[in-house]
């Protein structure tokens, strides 16, 4: 009897191990079929807004990103949104993201920017969702 369930033992060991080696494979195989956007972060008009580019987003089709901040007064100030429907292009931009706020008046108020601002983007495509398939950062000073 004790020998019967130490061999249950030690087949249960292994098949868990190797349920647990192949598995991990699986998601490595996966993540790297993915080619490595390309990021740039910039800043535009009178530096008051920021904007970026991504290429080699083809293999994508939505984007996530927040931009962040410390401003004067130690305040951390966030701004995120989505691009989608960019289908099969291969660089996508994005442009006048204010380092601010602005009022449905249209009146804007510029915060005077303490930290780098960092750039944070999530990658998604139809197959796996938003799986952290592929995520980037960059960091203007």
């Known amino acids: 009897m004790k020998s019967i369930l130490i061999k249950l033992v030690i087949i249960f060991t292994v098949l ?8 991990e494979r699986q998601i490595s ?5 993915y080619i490595k956007p390309a990021v740039d ?3 535009s008009w009178l530096n ?6 991504v290429e080699n987003v083809s293999q994508y089709n939505q984007i ?4 962040s901040y410390t ?4 305040q951390r100030m966030v701004s995120e949104g989505t691009i989608d429907n960019f289908s099969k292009e291969s660089t996508v931009s994005k442009n006048g993201i204010i380092l601010g706020s602005c009022s449905t008046g249209g009146t804007c108020i510029y915060d005077s920017v303490k930290s780098p601002i960092k750039l944070s983007l999530h990658f998604s495509n ?3 969702g938003f799986l952290p ?8 000073k």
Do not use: P, T
């Not at 195989?29 to 079929?33: S, T, Y």
């Not at 996530?64 to 931009?67: A, D, I, P, S, T």
């Open 71 to 74: 401003r004067e007064g130690g």
């Open 16 to 23: 868990i191990s190797s349920l647990y080696f192949f598995g």
């Open 41 to 43: 972060l910039y800043y």
């Open 126 to 128: 139809s197959e796996e």
């Open 64 to 67: 996530k990103y927040e931009v």
């Open 29 to 33: 195989a996966k993540q790297n079929k």
């Open 48 to 53: 008051l807004y920021v904007g970026f580019r």
């Open 133 to 140: 398939v592929y995520s980037a950062s960059a960091i203007l």
